[in-house]
């Protein structure tokens, strides 16, 4: 009877075991997938602020090619942002 027992008690411990590895991976691979989609969104983020800076950069380059950057000795509106 004792040994029955002691491997009724091995199986469940086994078992449980098992489940807690299994419900602990898919918990890794969900964060592991969140952290992708995070970085992918800041990436996104970075790139459009890159493109608008240099957006920016380009119409005042232009501005101070053209001489249109002054308006009656004043910086121009654009610039005060």
Do not use: Y
Not at 4 to 20: A, N, P, Q, Y
Not at 33 to 39: E, L, P, S, V
Not at 45 to 64: F, S, V
Not at 68 to 73: A, E, H, K, R, S
Request: hydrophobic share 30%; aromatic share 2%; net charge negative.
């Amino acid at each position: 009877m004792r040994k029955f027992l002691l491997v009724l008690m091995i199986c469940g411990i086994t078992g449980s075991l098992t489940s807690c590895r299994e419900s602990t991976q898919q918990k890794t691979e969900d964060a592991a997938k969140a952290i992708g989609k995070d970085i992918k969104e800041g990436a996104e983020k970075a790139g459009d602020k890159m493109e608008e800076g240099a957006e920016k950069l380009k119409q005042e380059i232009d501005e101070e090619i053209h001489d249109t950057d002054d308006v009656n000795g004043e910086e121009a509106a654009d610039d005060l942002e």
